[in-house]
């Protein structure tokens, strides 16, 4: 079975450019979330989709950020425009199920991820 | 809010030696735990996980953790390092109630293994 995949595995742009990064989930997986880590940081949660809706975006850093989950398939993220505090890795996990009652215990499965730098 | 800890940023040991890397976590109640491993150029792979039961849970590649609730301690051991487990690695929380998803996650800890 395929694992989470990420694209691309780098991406060098200039500040004020555009980037779209792009995660292919686990198939089946209705959870798709977007992390990043900045240099020197803590790996942080960005959003949450659950199959094309987003349930929890209370991580995104401000509205240069536009993630989208059309069909509930794969995930784009867009940075636009970018700035150099952009820079860092930025990964993709997606788990099985999107109904969480208590004591369901999901396990999240990460991708490779993006090595965005913006000089 | 919840906060995971890793105090120590980065270790070295010798190939063959026993290994310890901690974790602790600040959270109203337990949460589920994580530990996962970046290896160089790779993504995050699971280690290991805690959802409830045997406090002492065990993991790929030799690793295992165990959950202290009374010390909100959840450190990783593996009994003999080899080469191959030079990485980074990232202790992770998650709540256990209903509606709850995203992880928290310590800084990390690089680990270096000497031959």
Known sequence: ?119 | AQSVTQPDIHITVSEGASLELRCNYSYGATPYLFWYVQSPGQGLQLLLKYFSGDTLVQGIKGFEAEFKRSQSSFNLRKPSVHWSDAAEYFCAVSPSGAGSYQLTFGKGTKLSVIP
């Not at chain 1, 209370?58 to 995930?75: C, D, H, K, V």
């Open chain 1, 1 to 119: 079975e395929a694992g989470v995949t990420q694209f691309p595995s780098h991406s060098v742009i200039e500040k004020g450019q555009t980037v779209t990064l792009r995660c292919d989930p686990i198939s089946g997986h209705d959870n798709l979330y977007w992390y990043r880590r900045v240099m020197g940081k803590e790996i942080k949660f960005l959003l949450h989709f659950v199959k094309e809706s987003k349930q929890d975006e209370s991580g995104m850093p401000n509205n240069r950020f536009l993630a989208e989950r059309t069909g509930g398939t794969y995930s784009t993220l867009k940075v636009q425009p970018a700035e150099l505090e952009d820079s860092g890795v930025y990964f993709c996990a997606s788990s099985l199920s999107a109904y969480r009652l208590a004591g369901y215990q999901e396990t999240q499965y990460f991708g490779p991820g993006t090595r965005l730098l913006v000089l």
